[in-house]
């Protein structure tokens, strides 16, 4: 499938990409639609690229392909069919590998082809941060199979977190408390992993007091920068709602920042990272990283930022120096789920209720189905109450937004 945006009646928009750089989006749920309207509003041409018709960045986009991007050949087939300035993924199942070839053709990879190979994976980034870089994580073991789980649940003990080397948005993760937990843990985790990967991790639960996001911004022409912390609350290993600032000691958040700044050193590249972190009476603990706007962090759309999170992504892949991130008010967000299955384009009511709260707004992303705890739109809330307090109100707006 191909979208074409046409420039001028007379002529075609190939002519017009001529004049301005043009991006490659590997990935096209709500993240990417914002990383799409942030790119154009600097002018940019974007190819949104995804599995399904219809995904949100598409909507948005100047053209889209439909691909299965774990296929190598049909990434290299769009790669040379369009000779992006820029390769931008937003998604964990994608070919990473070809990226390294990518990179020796000329292409720039975001924001590096080694940051999005590793984090594209449980293990590699795990090891890197635990036994490469000395980071403070959980204990861990890896299992490619049920009796493999077996045995690294008796080396973590219990309880313990098991989650597939490769997934999104929380997919297959839980919670092994007891023996009978372990294979219905080994079933979940395989049916919630992407791609063709069939290998878990399996960590030592952390007695944490909450965990954060610290969005860091790695940056070719300026220096790293970190975003106020966000805490935020999951439920079935999904973001829920997320509030920023986090209120933390000064201590751990520099715990944090440093950490962060190993990691993304070592991976290279410039844009926007979502780092995760577990803190708790022993300390920071390490525990995931993506290279691309986080899900934690659409509180940003609330303004509590000079620029949201997409924006500094945008930047920073383009080399716009950003100076500062100053936080400028607090906020909160919480999602909107789907509670059933449906095939056809959902229908949204309530609207008008929900918009009857001050200073506060919803985004409804465009998603084309629906599934039971799917995320279909974000409440979001601002201003000088706590963040418990905007939370709160967020979750009203929230409430009164139905999908049907």
Known sequence: MKKQLLIYSSGKSSYFCKMRNKILLLGSGELGKEVVIAMQRLGKYVIAVDNYENAPAMQVAHECEIINMLDGAELDRIVAKHKPDFIVPEVESIRTERFYDYEKQGFTVIPSAKAANFTMNRKAIRDLAAIDLGVKTAKYKYATSYQELKEGVAFTGMPCVVKPLMSSSGKGQSVIKTEADIEKAWNYALEGSRGDLMEVIVEAFIDFDYEITLLTLTQNNGNTLYCPPIGHRQERGDYQESWQPMAMEDVHLKTAQEMADKVTKALGGSGIWGVEFFVGKDGVYFSELSPRPHDTGMVTLAGTQDFTEFELHARAILGIPVLDIPL?????????????????????????????????????????????????????????????????????????????
């Open 328 to 404: 400028i008010r607090n906020g909160a967000s919480v999602v909107v789920l789907a509670n059933k299955e449906n095939n056809n384009w959902p229908a949204f009511t309530g609207l008008n209720e929900a918009a009857a709260f001050p200073n506060t707004d919803f985004k409804i992303f465009g998603k084309p189905t629906t599934r039971p705890y799917r995320r279909m739109a974000v409440a979001l809330a601002h201003g000088t109450e706590s963040t418990t307090e905007l939370v709160e109100k967020a979750k009203e707006v929230a409430a009164k937004i139905k999908v049907d």
